[in-house]
């Protein structure tokens, strides 16, 4: 039987609605976990025929300490692990628990707000929800600092490459080392730059989101630090969100990879610095208030789950 993964190789889509829950000591937890994984299948078949065209999708990850509790497959994918956090001389990467986490897209709200509204009532008697995200397309794919997100993003063939697991982990294969982290942005100091001081914060141009050349992009630009190679990359599928009465804004990053060493190498990179302290200057702008490591089983192995 061929793998089928499940969709984390999808674009972001208009609207995003990003949960995690925390699941609770309770006897029924097995049997809903079954049900969850059939529903969330069921949730994307059925999608997949009402409306072909709205690119919607549901993608679940499942946390280390979750894993365990619910007795799945032994041994582990190889680095599935509690996020351990990076800390740099200012700057701190934090590790918050999360046992599962949902990953909802489409372009109509309304699928994704029914969607988180099935697998909430489902879980709510075993599990708690303790991080809510309703991202959505800011203009032509900026973050919420006006830069455009995602440009340098593996394409085609590449991106099923780096999003999913390959030939080294053969029991786990077709899955992938979710990362996600929400970020608050500090906007009245990022608003205090020029136009040209935030470009040496990201390493590109903020109107057409053009790369500078290597003499002029600073090393602890974001691009720079985050760069690590051509053979090392993540797909990424950040959404910012925001509440401009509260004040509260931000980007929840969140990236799909064959590898999690790949990704805590950008962390380190940005947060400890390359060289040590020299730090990804976006952090300045930028608090991670979550980190969470999560791996995304393939749907055969939610067909397995399910019982
Ligand atoms: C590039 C924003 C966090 C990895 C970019 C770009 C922007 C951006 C605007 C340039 C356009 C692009 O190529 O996508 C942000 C924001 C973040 C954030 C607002 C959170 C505050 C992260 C984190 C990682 C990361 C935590 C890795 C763990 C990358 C990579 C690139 C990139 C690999 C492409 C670098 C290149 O090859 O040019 N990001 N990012 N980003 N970011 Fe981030």
Redo the contacts with the bound molecule.
């Keep these: 039987m061929s793998i089928e993964s499940q969709n984390v190789t999808d674009y972001p889509n208009t609207n995003t609605i990003f949960m995690v829950w925390r699941l609770v000591d309770d006897p029924k937890l097995k049997d809903v976990f079954q049900q969850l994984c059939a529903l969330v299948m069921n949730l994307n078949n059925s999608v997949f025929n009402r409306f072909p065209d709205s690119r919607a999708s549901c993608v679940m990850g499942i946390g280390y300490n979750a894993w365990n509790i619910l007795e799945l497959p032994t041994p582990l994918p190889k680095e599935l692990v509690n996020f351990e956090e990076i800390k740099g001389e200012k700057h701190t990467a934090v590790s918050t628990p999360g046992d599962l986490h949902f990953h909802l897209r489409a372009d109509d709200k309304s699928i994704i707000f029914d969607m988180a509204i099935e697998i909430s009532k489902l879980l709510t008697p075993v599990a708690e929800g303790i991080l809510e995200i309703n991202g959505f397309k800011y203009w032509d794919d900026r ?1 919420i ?1 006006g ?7 593996p394409h085609n063939e590449d991106r099923d490459f780096f999003a999913k697991i390959g030939d080294e982990d053969l029991q786990y294969k077709g899955g992938s080392y979710l ?1 996600t ?1 929400k ?1 608050l ?1 500090n906007m009245n100091a990022w608003r205090s730059l020029s136009t040209g001081d935030q470009e040496k914060v ?1 390493g ?1 141009s903020k109107e057409n ?1 053009i ?1 500078m050349s290597d003499n002029l992009k600073p090393s602890n630009s ?2 720079a630090l ?2 690590i190679g051509d053979d090392l ?2 797909v ?1 599928d ?1 959404m910012p969100f925001g509440s401009p009465s509260t004040g509260e804004f931000g ?1 929840y ?1 969140i ?1 799909y990879a064959n590898s999690f060493s790949t ?1 805590k190498k ?2 380190t990179n ?1 947060f400890v610095g390359d060289p040590v302290g020299n730090y990804d200057r ?1 952090l300045d702008f ?1 608090t991670a208030v979550t980190g969470t490591l999560f791996f995304v089983p393939t749907r055969n192995m939610l067909d397995d789950f399910s019982g």
Excluded at 147 to 153: A, K, P, Q, Y
């Design positions: 973050s600092l830069f455009v997100d995602g440009t340098e993003n990362f982290q970020y942005h990201i590109r989101d790369e974001h691009i985050a760069n990359k993540i990424r950040n980007t990053f990236s990704t950008m962390l940005m976006i930028s």
